[in-house]
């Protein structure tokens, strides 16, 4: 039994030793995959650089570089989508006065009229102008 159990513990041991072999490989591996694609992204970077010096002259090339080109105006666009909703105004609240946009907003902390949501001085979100002057 003492055997057995000997026996058992060994192949425990082995398999720890090798479970920790394979995690070390896998963990070079992912190494060797990250700088692969940091290499990549260089690669990528270069070649946008060339082509809008105009030096590219691969046709295959031209037409994913005009196809990144076109990606990076889609994403300007959803990123000042994305501000035009962020500066969206509330629907009608405290004392039924909503202001038509954000030019008639005052910090309620600090009074600044502002041309934003939130004031850009303290972080507090603008309310009316009408209502800040009746809780002055």
Known sequence: MA???QGLLDKGK?????????QAVKKERD????????NKSKLADTTLDLF??????????????????QLK???????????RIEQELPPPGEGGITPKTSKDLVCPECG??????????CGKEGIAKELYEKNK
């Open 31 to 38: 190494e060797i995959k990250s700088n692969i694609w940091q």
């Open 14 to 22: 082995w398999k720890l030793n090798q479970f920790n072999r394979i």
């Open 112 to 121: 600044t009229l502002l041309n934003v949501k939130f004031c850009p001085d």
């Open 73 to 83: 105006k889609n994403l300007k666009a959803k990123e000042a989508e994305i501000e």
């Open 3 to 5: 055997n057995t159990f």
């Open 52 to 69: 809008y010096e105009n030096k590219i002259k691969n046709e295959q090339i031209v037409v994913i570089c005009q196809e990144i080109d």
